[in-house]
């Protein structure tokens, strides 16, 4: 028998009122811990992809875009730029590493992407099983790609065309698995590698079928064209020069993955706060809710509080009673607020499509500490008013009057 | 044991009301006679630390009552002296049991539950123990009320109209009840009433 007791045993007998002031406080707190969570693994992930990449070179169209299609492997290409240009950027003298990237094939969702060494050593690949590919139709395929596409070394399949869907399959050639990566926890774990030779050789048969560019199998590489180039500088000085220089001297465009990624965060952003202004918005009425029932179930416990200061409690001891209520609706609503929302956030990645930006209610994150403190100082704001009561609660008045 | 001295009280609207000393040996029983209105309830609440009054002084076991801090009256209240109002007042979210462990809890003493129970079984409840105040009668609560004023064995145990509700079968059975038990548990008792059936069963009288 405590002050927890008595209290709990108070909110108990109240229970839907008790309910319905805990819900309203989980709404709230689950809203926003969504939102910490969601905003947080998008922006890591925005960061973990494109760490290391200091500019996209593609063809010309939009830069978010190109953004989006290279690096986190989410929207369409812009197009393809010529692989005789972008071989003599990646050999500019600001240029310290240049990964060229063809598109154009995916197998069951996950994105055929022709590369060379180059690409492995930008984001630090290591093979967890077998080998990196060497020859044409040869894969190195992501540890997703490997564990839901059930996927083992010496396995062979057939690439689709497009970058979705499993509409145009290139029967002609067939892939084959021969190495599976380590987890890295970035977009390498979606995608599967090869050379772009293979690429291009699904499409030379496309060609061939449809009567077109017969010789194009005699061609030189530099002669095809690439999608997109991943550059990092040697020095921090070529930020300002090179974009320029690529998109004045020559018909590709440059985009930078800090600038545009910064937009598109300042896009969601938007959404972001109207959210989260709709989740305080809850909290106040949560916080309201409170207030009236306490302020409310005074008039009733006028009696029990007076009782109570007869039986020889000290007023403080009363005013922690009532407080401690309060404090403890939103608490339990707090914590039920915050299992809701990583839930709910568990729940919203099982049925994501995209499986490059997949979100998990798994993780936490620090900002979720603060909506405990915020959850203690709404039951504390809410209760406080309540809980002065007590300081001008007449007993000898109270108690000689009839209930 | 309680000792009051040229006590006076003057209320909000002016009215002023002196009180005669009055000298409480231990286990004293006293009727506080008097009829409505003409300060009773003031001067329980002021023996009990509730109300400060105007002039004069309350000595209990030797301790002025008003001399000590807010907190330290709550709590000397709380262990020396068990008071039953005219209505049972018990939290209604506790059952009887609660109820009074609740007295120990408040006053800071020991939680004793061999004789809670036993104080239960004297006032011939001892089966309700787990019962909620709603499931109970009237005459049932006001047991419970008796035995939570038992609780901290207090020195005193104050009565306020205790029997104005009741027919005199049961009047009767409640001053019994408050006398043996106060006997029993050595308290001094004082019962304000203006019923004239209490005053055959107590000797003892003081009139405002």
Redo the contacts between chains.
């Keep these: 028998?405590?002050i927890f007791?008595?209290s709990s045993?108070?909110l108990?007998?109240n229970k839907l009122t008790t309910i319905l002031n805990i819900i309203l406080v989980a709404f709230g707190v689950g809203i926003l811990s969504i939102l910490f969570l969601a905003s947080n693994q998008i922006g890591n992930k925005l960061e973990k992809n494109a760490k290391d990449i200091d500019l996209v070179v593609g063809a010309k169209g939009s830069p978010l875009q190109l953004i989006l299609s290279s690096i986190y492997q989410i929207d369409y290409p812009t197009g393809n730029i010529p692989a005789k240009d972008a071989y003599k950027l990646a050999h500019h003298p600001m240029v310290k590493r240049a990964v060229p990237l063809a598109l154009g094939d995916n197998y069951n969702g996950y994105r055929i992407v022709g590369t060379d060494t180059s690409f492995s050593h930008l984001y630090g690949l290591s093979v967890l099983k077998g080998n990196f590919w060497q020859k044409d139709l040869e894969v190195t395929i992501g540890s997703t790609v490997a564990s839901t596409s059930k996927l083992k070394i010496g396995d062979y399949f057939f690439g689709a065309h497009g970058l979705t869907g499993n509409g145009d399959i290139h029967k002609q050639h067939a892939y084959v698995v021969k190495g599976i990566l380590k987890p890295e926890g970035n977009i390498t774990d979606n995608l599967i590698l090869t050379n772009i030779g293979s690429v291009y050789k699904m499409h030379e048969e496309k060609h061939k079928e449809t009567h077109h560019a017969a010789a194009a199998e005699a061609k030189e590489i530099n002669d095809k064209q690439i999608t997109a180039l991943l550059i990092q500088y040697k020095s921090p000085m070529s930020v300002i020069l090179f974009p320029r220089m690529v998109n004045q001297s020559t018909n590709m465009q440059a985009a930078s993955p800090a600038m545009e990624s910064a937009r598109l965060f300042s896009l969601i952003g938007i959404g972001i706060d109207t959210l989260q202004w709709f989740a305080v918005f809850i909290m106040a009425i949560a916080a309201l809710s409170i207030f009236i029932s306490l302020y409310n179930a005074m008039k009733e416990r006028k009696?029990?509080l007076?009782?109570?200061?007869?039986?020889?409690?000290?007023?403080?001891?009363l005013f922690f009673l009532v407080m401690f209520e309060g404090i403890l609706v939103t608490l339990i609503g707090t914590c039920l607020g915050l299992l809701i929302g990583h839930a709910a956030l568990e729940v919203i990645g099982v049925y994501q499509e995209s499986s490059q930006a997949k979100l998990t209610g798994l993780t936490a994150v620090p900002q979720e500490i603060y909506l405990i403190w915020i959850g203690l100082f709404i039951g504390s704001l809410a209760s406080l008013i309540p809980a002065m009561q007590i300081y001008k609660v007449d007993?000898?008045a109270t108690?000689?009057k009839?209930? | 044991m309680i000792n009051i001295r040229s006590l006076s009280h003057v209320y909000e609207k002016g009215r002023k009301i002196k009180f005669p000393d009055w000298q409480i040996e231990d286990m004293d029983q006293w009727l506080l006679l008097g009829a409505s209105g003409c300060g009773k309830?003031t001067l329980l609440?002021i023996i009990?630390g509730?109300?400060k009054p105007t002039q004069g002084e309350i000595l209990i076991n030797d301790t002025d009552l008003y001399t000590l801090s807010?907190?330290s009256t709550?709590?000397?209240?709380?262990?020396h002296i068990g008071?039953i109002?005219?209505?049972p007042?018990?939290?209604?979210?506790?059952n009887v049991l609660?109820n009074l462990?609740?007295?120990?809890?408040?006053?800071?003493v020991p939680?004793d539950h061999e004789r809670n129970l036993l104080l239960l079984k004297d006032l011939g409840i001892g089966n309700l123990a787990k019962r909620y105040p709603d499931e109970l009668s009237q005459g049932q609560l006001q047991r419970v009320s008796v035995a939570?004023a038992l609780v901290?064995k207090p020195d005193l145990l104050i009565a306020?109209e205790p029997t104005s509700s009741l027919d005199d079968e049961n009047a009767a059975q409640v001053i019994e009840m408050l006398t043996t038990q106060a006997k029993d548990n050595g308290a001094a008792l004082i019962i304000a009433t203006h019923d004239q059936r209490v005053r055959e069963h107590i000797a003892k009288t003081y009139l405002l």
């Design positions: 028998m405590n007791k008595i045993k108070n108990v007998r009696y029990d007076a009782i109570m200061r007869c039986l020889g409690a000290s007023k403080s001891k007993i000898a108690l000689t009839d209930r | 309830s609440n009990s509730l109300l807010a907190r709550d709590r000397f209240r709380g262990r008071i109002f005219q209505r007042h018990l939290i209604r979210s506790l609660d462990e609740l007295a120990a809890v408040m006053a800071g939680i939570r901290n306020d």
